[in-house]
T-cell receptor, first 112, second 113 residues
């Protein structure tokens, strides 16, 4: 069972515009959520996270929003840059739980 | 600072062959993980080691074994490789259970023919 879902396999945006990547989860025990970025032939790198006690976390151009009632989170990138082109994975974990679950990923392409 | 190092980077095996994927981290992290990445499936946890001396099954452990050799090293063994184990394997580590951000290695691309 896929407890973390990213329903958009790909997204294409123009440089300078906003990129919005979405993620849904089913397990109500999840209380910590992360986004990872992955370039080809490299491992995923941690990007930004949010705990369930918050509904928003910002880090520079990246903002993650959490809607617990809808079991939905999103990653906003503003403004998007060509170097942001990568696969983005959403991940979720319960407290003190080593079993972090990942979504299937969304491939973001930012066009110059 | 090498971070998490995986060897080999590429491997082709015949069905039934065995091999060990190696992983080492130099960040003094307590917890280490093995994931596999398949198209449309994201990353799925195979095994993890919460601390030196302990190992536990993840979501997809069948066909694999692991060894936490010491705090630095965590190996993944395929005893009898099957085509269904064709995948990209990632090793990861993190410092503490409350530090949720993992550091990943660059992966091992395994093909079983």
């Amino acid at each position: 069972d896929q407890q973390v879902k990213q329903n958009s396999p790909s997204l294409s945006v123009q440089e300078g515009r906003i990129s919005i990547l979405n993620c849904d989860y089913t397990n109500s025990m999840f209380d910590y959520f992360l986004w990872y970025k992955k370039y080809p032939a490299e491992g995923p790198t941690f990007l930004i996270s949010i705990s369930s006690i918050k509904d928003k976390n910002e880090d520079g151009r990246f903002t993650v929003f959490l809607n617990k009632s809808a079991k939905h989170l999103s990653l906003h990138i503003v403004p998007s840059q060509p170097g942001d082109s990568a696969v983005y994975f959403c991940a979720a974990s319960a407290a003190d739980n080593n079993d972090m679950r990942f979504g299937a990923g969304t491939r973001l392409t930012v066009k110059p | 600072n090498a971070g998490v190092t995986q060897t080999p980077k590429f491997q082709v095996l015949k069905t039934g062959q065995s091999m060990t994927l190696q992983c080492a981290q130099d960040m003094n992290h307590n917890s280490m993980y093995w994931y596999r990445q398949d198209p449309g499936m994201g990353l799925r946890l195979i095994y993890y080691s919460a601390s030196e001396g302990t190992t536990d099954k993840g979501e997809v452990p069948n066909g694999y074994n692991v060894s936490r050799l010491n705090k630095r090293e965590f190996s993944l063994r395929l005893e009898s490789a099957a085509p269904s184990q064709t995948s990209v394997y990632f090793c990861a580590s993190r410092a503490h259970p409350t530090n949720y951000g993992y550091t990943f290695g660059s992966g091992t691309r395994l093909t079983v023919v």
